[in-house]
């Protein structure tokens, strides 16, 4: 059961433009929220994350939006620059427990 | 800050091996390191979690006896798998959380290939 999608294995976008990765989760107990990046044969880089007691979180050309009643956060990168040619991972985490669940991953392509 | 390290980076074993893989953070104390696997283009999958000094905690499907965790210290952690085979081939991830936060910081991976 996976509790965590993202629906888009992959996205490109043109250099420059706004990169827009989505998120859909089903459990209604997690309360916290991060995006990690990941190149290959690396580690994940965390990047951004947001608490449910916030709809949005803003961190240079990185935000993340949250809408809780339908389940769905995105992060949003303007402007786009090839290094942000990765994939991306959105985690989901109940309250006090540290577990992280992870979705499968969207590798975004900035087109130059 | 907030640096985790895993060695080797890479490794390539017999059937029937083990193979031990470390997991060290390098500037804070890790309270709780978290060893994770990802198949190729699939996501990442919790195999269990650690605290320093006590037992880990597996996830369901993991086998503890196949895949050892010892965390003896505040900065190392460390899995060992067991008599591997083909299938456990696989990219392991460490991370640890610590420090002034809780968010999970990442090694850089181990890709694991059994022949």
């Known amino acids: 059961d996976q509790q965590v999608k993202q629906n888009s294995p992959s996205l490109s976008v043109q250099e420059g433009r706004i990169s827009i990765l989505n998120c859909d989760y089903t459990?209604?107990?997690?309360?916290?929220f991060l995006w990690y990046k990941k190149y290959p044969a690396e580690g994940p880089t965390f990047l951004i994350s947001i608490s449910s007691i916030k709809d949005k979180n803003e961190d240079g050309r990185f935000t993340v939006f949250l809408n809780k009643s339908a389940k769905h956060l995105s992060l949003h990168i303007v402007p786009s620059q090839p290094g942000d040619s990765a994939v991306y991972f959105c985690?989901?985490?109940?309250?006090?427990?540290?577990?992280?669940?992870f979705g499968t991953g969207t590798r975004l392509t900035i087109i130059p | 800050g907030a640096v985790v390290s895993q060695h080797p980076s890479r490794v390539i074993c017999k059937s029937g091996t083990s193979v031990k893989i470390e997991c060290r953070s390098l500037d804070f104390q890790a309270t709780t390191m978290f060893w994770y696997r990802q198949f190729p283009k699939q996501s990442l999958m919790l195999m269990a979690t650690?605290?320093?000094?006590?037992?880990?905690?597996?996830e369901q499907g993991v086998e503890k006896d196949k895949f050892l965790i010892n965390h003896a210290s505040l900065t190392l952690s460390t899995l060992t798998v067991t008599s591997a085979h083909p299938e456990d081939s696989s990219f392991y991830i460490c991370?640890?959380?610590?420090?002034?936060?809780?968010?999970?910081?990442f090694g850089p991976g181990t890709r694991l290939t059994v022949l």
């Open positions: 991370s640890a959380t610590g420090g002034r936060t809780d968010t999970q910081y």
């Open positions: 650690s605290n320093e000094g006590s037992k880990a905690t597996y």
């Open positions: 985690a989901a985490r109940i309250f006090g427990n540290e577990k992280l669940t």
């Open positions: 459990n209604s107990m997690f309360d916290y």
